[in-house]
């Protein structure tokens, strides 16, 4: 059973740094696409970036392409995402999502496994 697990979410002033992980087991995902969504209170869940396991094949949503990048260590079978230059506006509960399908998408309806969540709040 695949499982996603997130960590590294906090409380961080604007202009600051954090990194989020994302532990997947329980299955092969060499053919994955992995991505990153956000979800502010009262909002719909929104794309942030992703990637594509077995190539390393980025898309980023234009809101935080300079400032976010998405990584990952197949040894570990762990997904990052580094935010640097955080604003107010990023403040949501982030998650990570995995498709088994080698294609990234911006659709949340595609993704076949979600992590719990982790919260990012950001002040001003």
């Known amino acids: 059973q695949v499982q996603l697990v997130e960590s590294g979410g906090g409380l961080v002033q604007a202009g600051g740094s954090l990194r989020l992980s994302c532990a997947a087991s329980?299955?092969?995902?060499?053919?994955?696409?992995m991505a990153w969504f956000r979800q502010a209170p009262g909002k719909e869940r929104e794309f942030v970036v992703a990637i594509m396991w077995s190539s390393g094949v980025t898309y980023y949503a234009d809101s935080v392409k300079g400032r976010f990048a998405i990584s990952r260590d197949n040894a570990k079978n762990t997904v990052y995402l580094q935010m640097n230059g955080l604003k107010p506006e990023d403040t949501a509960v982030y998650y990570c999502?995995?498709?088994?399908?080698?294609?990234?998408?911006?659709?949340?309806?595609?993704?076949?496994?979600w992590g719990q969540g982790t919260q990012v709040t950001v002040s001003s």
């Open positions: 999502a995995g498709r088994r399908y080698p294609r990234a998408t911006y659709n949340a309806a595609e993704y076949d496994y």
């Open positions: 329980g299955g092969t995902f060499s053919s994955y696409a």
